[in-house]
């Protein structure tokens, strides 16, 4: 999840300067997203939308909407539609999700108590969640499944990508990284959308979808305790107070020995200094200490 770039067209309302100020602290405080002077035209552009769908005059009466109207709630999630592009696609950056499969699920397999959850967070259309699905069961180490009690819980701020996650029918561009032997393993052609496939139902067994702000405390504690937790390339795009204030949830998520693993261009360099750096073959990842007292 990122902020959406595109062109301004002239002719139009124009986003004031203050007008400018307003919305873009009220939408970091809101949805963590970060739209700095370089993004300043996406943001105008894509609000002037809500404008014309909402009969309002200038962004000064949207910003009212957001902030106060009986209607907010329901324009958040319109807003947040608009605001954030959802770019994935199944086995993405296959290095680190090699060092999940060989690495870090071994670890997971020997726990004395047969429960793992995975949260996938910020998981778009649900790619990604049902990649970490693909790879347990394939991984061999978690036989016979009904010993355990598995769950990989994917979340968005999107409700229109977690409607898309769970319907779980997909086209070529998704599959643009997906082995001809995974495809034919995970997937079955889908009987109601013509040349596209589904998630099978072995996958689809293991994985549970909810809208969710990352910002919202009230929703993300409903998720429990993680053994892993992938979130990639979501907090890259958010200012530093929201950066801080996820990474801290997620230390709280997670278990002691617990997993965070971040983008290839992410890192936690001046967020937080509780994890440790945990040098895998494939990848370098961040972990919850065993024991520890040290706070996010």
């Avoid at 996820?246 to 360099?269: K, Q, T």
Wanted: aromatic share 10%.
């Amino acid at each position: 999840m990122r902020p959406r770039r595109f062109g301004a067209r002239t002719g139009e309302t124009q986003l004031r300067s203050e007008e400018y100020r307003l919305l873009r602290d009220l939408i970091s405080e809101r949805l963590g997203l970060f739209f700095g002077p370089e993004l300043r035209s996406s943001l105008e552009r894509r609000l002037r939308e809500r404008l014309g769908v909402r009969g309002l005059d200038s962004f000064a009466d949207y910003y009212q909407l957001l902030a106060y109207g009986a209607a907010g709630h329901e324009e958040w999630d319109e807003a947040a539609e608009l605001l954030t592009t959802h770019e994935t696609y199944f086995f993405r950056e296959d290095y680190q999700l090699r060092a999940f499969q060989q690495e870090i699920l071994p670890l997971l397999a020997k726990k004395e108590r047969k429960r793992m959850q995975i949260w996938s967070a910020g998981c778009s259309t649900g790619e990604e969640a049902y990649t970490i699905a693909m790879l347990i069961l394939d991984s061999g180490l978690f036989e016979p499944l009904a010993d355990w009690e598995i769950r990989v819980h994917g979340s968005d701020l999107s409700k229109r990508c977690i409607a898309a996650a769970r319907r779980g029918i997909y086209g070529g561009a998704s599959f643009r990284a997906t082995a001809d032997v995974a495809r034919g393993r995970w997937f079955v052609p889908s009987l109601v959308e013509e040349g596209k496939s589904g998630v099978s139902a072995s996958v689809r067994s293991l994985c549970h979808f909810a809208q969710m702000n990352l910002l919202d405390d009230e929703r993300t504690n409903l998720v429990g305790k993680c053994d892993v937790i992938f979130c990639r390339n979501v907090v890259l795009y958010f200012d530093a107070a929201a950066r801080k204030r996820v990474i801290d949830m997620f230390y709280e998520r997670l278990v002691p020995g617990g997993v965070l693993l971040l983008g290839h261009a992410e890192s936690l360099l001046n967020v937080s200094t509780a994890f440790e750096l945990l040098h895998l073959k494939e990848d370098l990842v961040y972990r919850k200490p065993l024991a520890s007292t040290a706070k996010p």
